[in-house]
């Protein structure tokens, strides 16, 4: 069996990214049949997944990254798209401040022109520094902008929270960052 971390790595890629790598397609919701992504993943080399394995990755991610529909017919990835589906994500009033890691070689242009979602539909924001600065390690040495989002929710953005508990909005303009971390 390969690994549970590689098969995760797969599956974040065929349900946010590239499922026709596996030759199935996502719904407009970005569900996937899940009989569908098995048999695909199951004709790549090195790939042998099956249902209780699948549930396993499911309940053990450590982001929490894919939900099932109700009768485990359906699979999505909560956020971090890159293809245009609409995962049905709950708007709501953000805390006064939320923060978003990046890497030290992005500072300038964030600076210059806030933030934006680059290749994914949604600029993705955490709840605490220390979430920010992992996601920024991503990207080499880390450095972190606090998002005053609360004003930014009041001036009329919009904000959603995934069900695994990322803050995403549209973009993020500069006059609403300011860059706390700098090491
Ligand atoms: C940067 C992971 C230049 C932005 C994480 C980021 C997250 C700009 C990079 C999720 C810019 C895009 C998403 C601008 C933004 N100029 N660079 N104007 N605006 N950027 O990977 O936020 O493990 O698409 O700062 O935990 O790093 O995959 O976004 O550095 O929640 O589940 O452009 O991915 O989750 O990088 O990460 P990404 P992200 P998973």
């Given amino acids: 069996m390969a690994d549970l971390k ?33 048999s695909g993943i199951n004709q790549t080399d090195g790939y042998d997944l099956d249902m209780e394995t699948l549930e396993e990755i499911v309940r053990t ?4 990254r894919y939900s099932f529909n109700d009768n485990h017919t359906l699979i ?16 709501k009033e953000p805390p006064e401040t939320l ?12 600076s210059e022109q806030g933030l934006i979602p680059k290749s994914r539909l949604y600029v993705h924001l955490s ?8 996601v920024g390690a991503r990207h080499g040495k880390p450095h972190i902008f606090l998002v005053k989002a609360g004003e930014m929710h009041r001036a009329g953005y919009k904000f ?6 990322v803050w ?4 993020v303009p500069k006059e ?3 860059l706390i971390l700098n090491r």
């Avoid at 999505?76 to 049905?88: K, L, P, T, W, Y």
């Avoid at 959603?160 to 508990?165: D, I």
């Avoid at 995403?168 to 973009?171: A, H, I, P, R, W």
């Fill in 6 to 38: 590689k098969t995760s790595v797969f599956i974040s890629l065929i349900l946010r990214h590239k499922p026709e790598t596996v030759g199935i397609r996502l719904d407009e919701h970005g569900w996937a049949n899940v009989d569908e992504l098995i």
């Fill in 61 to 64: 991610d450590n982001k929490q």
């Fill in 127 to 134: 709840k605490d520094k220390e979430t920010a600065e992992k």
């Fill in 76 to 91: 999505r990835a909560n956020q971090g798209h890159s293809i245009n589906v609409d995962v049905e994500l709950e708007e």
């Fill in 160 to 165: 959603y929270l995934s069900k695994n508990g």
């Fill in 176 to 178: 609403f960052l300011s």
């Fill in 99 to 110: 923060f978003h890691g990046t890497g030290e070689k992005f500072v300038p242009s964030i």
């Fill in 168 to 171: 995403l909005t549209k973009s």
